[in-house]
């Protein structure tokens, strides 16, 4: 099948075959196409400000001192795209929280020319698995442009801030933290 999103600005499609993942980046209403052959579907999507939270969830603080290690991906080297590039950024923390699928909240916020990525808790679901686990969380940041962008991280208050530099399709990334948060590779 051919995925295609309308308006296609803030969108990243990861087409799979019969099936697609599609990253709204922006509140808006979509119209989204799954076309093959002669057949094609349309789906409307609703995009708000919002994020459902099922009532058996709950969120936990994260640990005093707690690190958060980022390993980060070209994301343009995944998906078909030659309009937009950007980075996959999967975090998790260095501690161990109950329940074997609890994950690592985030929040990206674009903030003029760069983004904020915010680690604000753990989700621990009402459907607990026992054991422990150091939670994570993938974020996509995107459109990256040519030049630097600031890239500022916040976990439990702290504000860490380094830059991510793009040229053409190569990103390196200026981060002086070895300790509360740390990125690797520095250059994708």
Avoid at 101 to 110: A, F, G, K, Q, R
Wanted: aromatic content about 12%; overall charge negative.
């Amino acid at each position: 099948a051919k995925w295609s999103v309308s308006p296609s600005s803030n969108t990243l499609i990861d087409a799979r075959k019969d099936s697609a993942f599609i990253l709204f980046g922006a509140e808006g209403n979509y119209t989204v196409t799954a076309a093959y052959a002669n057949f094609i579907a349309n789906s409307s999507v609703s995009v708000i400000d919002s994020v459902y939270i099922d009532s058996a969830m709950y969120t936990s603080m994260l640990v005093p001192g707690e690190t958060i290690k980022i390993s980060v991906y070209n994301w343009g080297n995944y998906v078909d795209t030659t309009s937009r590039t950007g980075l996959l950024f999967i975090a998790n923390t260095t501690s161990s929280y109950n329940c074997s699928n609890t994950h690592l909240l985030s929040e990206i916020v674009p903030d003029g020319n760069g983004y904020v990525i915010k680690y604000n808790g753990v989700r621990v679901p009402g459907d607990c698995i026992e054991g422990t686990t150091q939670p994570g969380v993938p974020d996509y940041v995107f459109p990256i442009s040519d030049g630097s962008s600031r890239l500022t991280i916040v976990v439990n208050s702290i504000t860490y801030s380094g830059k991510i530099i793009k040229t053409g399709n190569s990103f390196a990334i200026d981060w002086p933290y070895k300790n509360g948060v740390t990125i690797w590779p520095d250059s994708l």
